[in-house]
Structures are given as C-alpha cells and as structure tokens.
Nanobody, 124 residues
Framework: QVQLVESGGGLVQTGGSLRLSCSAS????????MAWFRQAPGKEREFVSR????????LYADSVKGRFTISRDNDKNTVYLEMNSLKPEDTAVYYCAADGGSVPTTLPRNYDYWGQGTQVTVSS
C-alpha cells in the first residue's frame, strides 16, 4: 500500500513557475515508477510526465516538454514537478500516481495508487 500526498499548487500568472511535490508513505517508494497527470474541468485526465524507478529515465507530454521537469528523491520518498513558463491551458488539478507494473505506461488506468490532487490555476 502506498499513500500519496501532493502539495505546491496555487494561483500563478502566465509565465510564472510552480513546483509540485508528492510525498509517498511506506518503504517501497523506489519500486514504483511515478507520474504526474492533470485534469481540467470537463476534460479527461491526461498524462503529463513520468519518471523511472531510479530517476534515470523521464517522459513528457508534448504540451509540457521543455517547460516542465520531473524528478524524484528516493531517500525522501518524494517526486517533484517543476513547472515553468506556465500557460492558462496548464490550469488543472494535478495528480501524482504510482505504477508498480512491469511495463511503463502513460494510461491512468494502469496506475495503482493516486494522490488527492492539487489545484494549479494560471491566470492570463
């Protein structure tokens, strides 16, 4: 069992930056690939970024590539999402998720554990 708690969301102007954190309970954090998803009102949950168990490999959605950076600290059981050059279309609830499967995935249904989400609002 893994419990995930996100923090760091808020209101920011276009072009601004935020850093999201996701803290995980338990001693098995390093066994999970971690990812960030987001969901805007009236839209489906979409993949944002993923990081491998060791942190050596990352993947980004095209919409955030070059602006967002995912990282993790396995000693602190925490995954981060650094968001720069934010745009109004980045406004959403951001969720972190843990994947214990054998094959990397960007599909929400394949993730085993989810946080409660943190709101990010980018004003124009």
């Amino acid at each position: 069992q893994v419990q995930l708690v996100e923090s760091g969301g808020g209101l920011v102007q276009t072009g601004g930056s935020l850093r999201l954190s996701c803290s995980a309970s338990g001693r098995t954090f390093s066994r999970y690939r971690m990812a960030w998803f987001r969901q805007a009102p009236g839209k489906e949950r979409e993949f944002v970024s993923r990081i491998s168990r060791s942190g050596a490999a990352t993947l980004y959605a095209d919409s955030v590539k070059g602006r967002f950076t995912i990282s993790r600290d396995n000693d602190k059981n925490t995954v981060y999402l650094e968001m720069n050059s934010l745009k109004p279309e980045d406004t959403a609830v951001y969720y972190c998720a843990a994947d214990g499967g054998s094959v990397p995935t960007t599909l929400p249904r394949n993730y085993d554990y989810w946080g409660q989400g943190t709101q990010v609002t980018v004003s124009s």
